[in-house]
C-alpha cells in the first residue's frame, strides 16, 4: 500500500504561481510511476502529468505544457507540481497518483493509489 497525500493548493490571481507537493508514505521502497490529474467543477477528471518510473521522462497535457513542471525527490519520497503563469481554467481539484505496474501513465486506469486531491483556484 501507498498513501498519497497533496499540499500546496490555494488561492491565486491569473499570471501567479503554486507549487503542489505530494507526500507519499507505506511501500515507498518500490519504485512508482507518478500522475498528476485535475477535476474542475462539473467535469470529469484529467490528466495534467506524469514521470515515468526512472524519473527520466516527463509527460504534459497540452493545456499546460510549457506552464507545469513535474518532479520528485525520491530520497524525500515527494512529488512536486509547479504550476506558473495560471490561467482561470486551471482551476480544479488537483490529485496525485502512484503507478505500481506501469512505467508511465496518462490515463486513470494506470495508477493504482490516489490522494484525496487539493484546491486550486485561479481568479481572473
Known amino acids: 500500500q501507498v498513501q498519497l497525500v497533496e499540499s500546496g493548493g490555494g488561492l491565486v490571481q491569473a499570471g501567479g504561481s503554486l507549487r503542489l507537493s505530494c507526500a507519499a508514505s507505506?511501500?515507498?521502497?518500490?519504485?512508482?510511476?507518478m500522475g498528476w490529474f485535475r477535476q474542475a467543477p462539473g467535469k470529469g477528471r484529467e490528466f495534467v502529468a506524469a514521470?515515468?518510473?526512472?524519473?527520466?521522462?516527463?509527460y504534459y497535457a497540452d493545456s499546460v505544457k510549457g506552464r507545469f513542471t513535474i518532479s520528485r525527490d525520491s530520497a524525500k519520497n515527494t512529488g512536486t507540481l509547479q504550476m506558473n503563469s495560471l490561467k482561470p481554467e486551471d482551476t480544479a481539484v488537483y490529485y496525485c497518483?502512484?503507478?505500481?505496474?506501469?512505467?508511465?501513465?496518462?490515463?486513470?486506469?494506470?495508477?493504482?493509489?490516489w490522494g484525496q486531491g487539493t484546491q486550486v483556484t485561479v481568479s481572473s
Open positions: 497518483a502512484a503507478s505500481i505496474g506501469w512505467i508511465y501513465s496518462t490515463v486513470e486506469r494506470g495508477y493504482d493509489y
Open positions: 514521470l515515468s518510473r526512472s524519473g527520466d521522462r516527463q
Open positions: 507505506g511501500r515507498t521502497s518500490s519504485s512508482y510511476a
